[in-house]
């Protein structure tokens, strides 16, 4: 049975499917802070199979222990966190509690009923400002520029100085791109709440005449056009490359870190013209100041998780935008 914390979120219900798919049993802890009960009704409508699932914390030991006594738990995928980068600076107290201190009492819960397997939701955001592009694992980390950066920096440290003090105790640690997209079947994808901070969520909303106009955050970096570059990866193949690293896991050593990237960067603005011309809809945006803590440009080297894992980005931007434009049209009809 494989735990899935934060299992009713964006990342962690694609991967739920995909877990479901490939016959893994699966019981999710999510406290809906950031999502619905209704996305577990959903990901049992896409696979047709029943979940278990617990309402509750991560930070509450009472649930953690309630449900290692209840399931035969072996494996834990780590996705419940706040993720907010901006919401991060005014609320660093909750930001450390949920993604430190419940990784921490998750951790503990698990050693103590003897659940070994942990897969934790880390970010390309640990490498702050990158010293060299592509990316690879063993580049410097640190330096983040949020708290959101750095609970997941103080988190990965934790866990490294955990793993190797406890050789029993497997850690693998994934560090996601920039993800987009949304399930095939229209049924699941990312809702975020409020006003999106985030390029592909904001531009969809401009696409749907919900909001005016998008910010092109910088044209003056030294890149091809001038914008952004980023790392932009499909949420099912972030999603498979969950069910790779649970089932590949490198027996020799107790904590892996891989790189969960497509290798390929895409500037803004050559993303909001693919999406214009995938979907025919015209994107009212305005080339804008660059954006606090920003960078130029960020893309993974993938090829640690292609050779460890078997694992390796299929899906093109084209298709992760033309699900997410499918997502945000069909989304009210569930
Ligand atoms: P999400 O907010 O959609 O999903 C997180 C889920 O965890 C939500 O369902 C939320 O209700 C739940 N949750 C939050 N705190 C909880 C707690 N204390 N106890 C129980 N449940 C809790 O976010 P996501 O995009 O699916 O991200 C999943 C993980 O991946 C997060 O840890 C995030 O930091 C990390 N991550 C996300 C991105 C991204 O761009 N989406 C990039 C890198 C890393
Ligand atoms: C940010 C966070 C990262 C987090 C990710 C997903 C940093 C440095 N990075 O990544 O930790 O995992 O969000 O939550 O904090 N852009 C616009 N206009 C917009 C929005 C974005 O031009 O309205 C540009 C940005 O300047 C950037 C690119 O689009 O060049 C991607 O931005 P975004 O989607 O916010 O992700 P990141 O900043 O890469």
Redesign the pocket.
Known sequence: MILV??G?????SHTVVELLNENYDVVI???????SPSVIDKIELITNKKIKFYE????DRKVLNEIFNDNEVSDVIH?????SVSESLIKPYDYYN??VT?TLTLVNEMVLNNVNNLIF?????VYGKPQEIPLTESCHIGETTNP?GTS?FVAEKMLTDISSANLKFNVTLLR?F??VGAHPSGMIG?SPKGIPN?LVPYLTKVARGQLECLSVFGSDYPTKDGTGIRDFIHVMDLAMGHVAALRNRKPERNLNIYNLGTGKGYTVLELINAFERITGVKVNYRLSDRRDGDIAECWSDPSLARNELGWEASRSLDDMLRDVWNWENTKSNY
């Open positions: 914390t934060g009713a979120g964006y990342i962690g802890l999510d406290n809906f802070v950031n999502s509750g914390n991560v930070l996705f419940a966190g706040l993720k949920n993604n419940g939701s880390s970010s390309a955001t959101y997941k996601y920039n993800p990312e985030n």
